[in-house]
């Protein structure tokens, strides 16, 4: 591939077909313009290469079948393109003082084809070829962000099946909270994968909409056949409004905030990962491959892969920002789309790559279940599961309740205890209610246990490890959906190509 000019070299002569017809452009392009504005494109080509002649093809096998040409005058640009068509794009001379890919692509056809490659014109811009290879290239990305997130739930939920009943301290504010699973945390998560799974199978219903037939922006005369032309590229649907088809940048934002949503979670999860490996919690080991030596201190271990996380989720957050921001423009102008093929497909990659190590990290993780049993028995983590049973056997509101246990509660840690006892718990009553519990100790006795608190939480969707095992199965059911929708796509997709090439072969008969 030709790389751009630098900045104050001389200026080619302007390319053939370059001259306008409003505007007599006399000079090839200022090698300031290649190297701010063009070398974008250009570095587009890699990305648009291989959909740009997919959408020749369709548009040619298209205005043969609409009779608008002759086969005949179709079939020697029809070969060129065939032979194009699986060619490296890095071996194609792509040349940013032409713009965009495109019109390279326009140049290396008129040398071999001459005035026939102008066919290609007929009732079509450029532009339009690009929206389409882009679309092309973006659901796909899209497909495989879909795919590796749907591993991620399924790593998730096994996880969270594995320790349904490992007892932990939940925590708020870095604080323990309340007795919980550790699997039912992971779970959490989850619902959470499969969910964002829903926001790119929706994002991917957007990108799959042809533009195929728009002509500049308000149709062609041409009696174009637009669900034709959708199906031999594989769309899902046709642009209900060709001019929105052509320059609205939605779909594209829909993509990046899918990616930038799922990106996110993962790094609230990572968030988390961090304090629990650190030696203060050890809550969790990291597998070994996914961390770095310190350079200066020999004992110290760091969690690497969690930071990269978090970075890349606040990277991408930038990236859905910037792309709103330049599409904030009159409609119909190229300013969004200059920046917008490479940052979106860039992002959505990205979003793949975070999401892949996410699921490297789960797979790794090896929960301590001796130390989160430890943590769950400790820090009054029964006070809440203690008033409610109070406001229930004794007829207390809950309020009142909640403040003979913090009474209570307070007293212990004034005395340097860590548990409760009947005692405190009765004082605690005479102070705040003016009278003494009765069978105090058997109140302390029905919610001391953690394990027992959290089998008791069997609510739809609750911490206890029938209902943690439930949730597992139930995500993994939709995991197992989401992979037969993704494949199936994959197949529609495959067969439109087949079908496409077919019908371009044929012009060759």
Request: aromatic letters at 6%; a neutral charge.
């Amino acid at each position: 591939m030709t790389g751009g000019q630098r900045p104050g070299a001389a200026r080619r002569p302007p390319p053939e077909g370059y001259l306008g017809a409003a505007a007599r452009i006399t000079s090839g392009p200022a090698p300031e313009l290649v190297a701010a504005g063009y070398a974008l494109e250009i570095a587009d080509a890699p990305l648009l290469h291989r959909g740009l002649t997919l959408a020749d093809l369709a548009h040619l096998v298209e205005l043969v079948e609409c009779g608008a040409l002759p086969r005949e005058q179709a079939a020697p640009v029809c070969a060129v393109l065939l032979d194009l068509l699986d060619s490296p794009a890095a071996e194609f001379p792509y040349d940013p003082v032409y713009g965009d890919a495109y019109n390279s692509r326009e140049r290396e056809l008129e040398r071999a084809l001459g005035r026939a490659a102008g066919r290609l014109h007929l009732g079509r811009t450029r532009r339009e070829a690009g929206r389409i290879a882009f679309r092309l290239a973006l659901r796909d990305r899209l497909l495989g962000l879909h795919a590796d997130v749907a591993v991620f739930a399924g790593t998730a939920a096994r996880l969270a099946s594995e320790h349904a009943a490992t007892v932990w301290a939940d925590s708020t504010y870095l604080q323990p909270a309340q007795p919980s699973t550790f699997g039912h945390y992971l779970g959490g998560f989850a619902e959470q994968a499969v969910r964002n799974a829903g926001r790119i199978k929706a994002a991917y219903v957007q990108a799959d909409v042809s533009p195929a037939g728009a002509g500049g922006s308000g149709g062609t005369r041409l009696p174009l056949d637009r669900a034709r032309l959708a199906r031999l590229l594989g769309f899902g649907s046709v642009g209900a409004h060709t001019r929105d088809a052509m320059w609205s940048v939605d779909a594209l934002a829909d993509a990046v905030t899918a990616a930038a949503v799922t990106a996110a979670g993962i790094g609230q999860l990572a968030g988390d990962l961090e304090i629990f490996a650190s030696p203060a919690f050890g809550y969790v080991t990291l597998d070994a491959s996914l961390c770095r030596a310190s350079v200066l201190m020999p004992q110290k271990r760091n969690p690497y892969a969690l930071p990269v996380l978090r970075g890349g989720a606040g990277t991408l957050i930038g990236r859905l920002t910037g792309l709103l921001a330049t599409g904030l423009t009159p409609s119909a102008r190229t300013d969004n789309w200059l920046y917008a093929y490479g940052e979106v497909a860039g992002a959505v990659d990205l979003a793949g790559r975070l999401v892949r190590l996410g699921s490297a990290v789960l797979a790794g993780l090896r929960p301590d279940t001796g130390v989160l049993g430890e943590q769950a028995a400790r820090h009054f983590t029964t006070a809440a599961d203690l008033a409610e049973e109070l406001s229930l056997r004794f007829g207390l509101d809950y309020r009142t309740a909640y403040r003979v246990v913090s009474r209570a509660v307070a007293a212990a840690v004034e005395r340097g205890g860590t548990e409760l006892t009947a005692d405190l718990l009765s004082a605690a009553s005479e102070e705040i209610t003016g009278a003494p519990l009765p069978d105090a100790g058997d109140a302390l006795a029905a919610t001391k246990d953690p394990v027992a608190a959290v089998s008791a939480r069997d609510a739809p969707g609750a911490a206890s490890p029938r209902r943690v095992r439930e949730h597992a199965r139930h995500v993994l059911r939709r995991v197992t959906a989401a992979q037969r929708w993704n494949a199936g796509r994959r197949a529609r997709i495959a067969e439109a190509e087949s079908a496409l090439l077919g019908a371009a072969r044929s012009l060759l008969a």
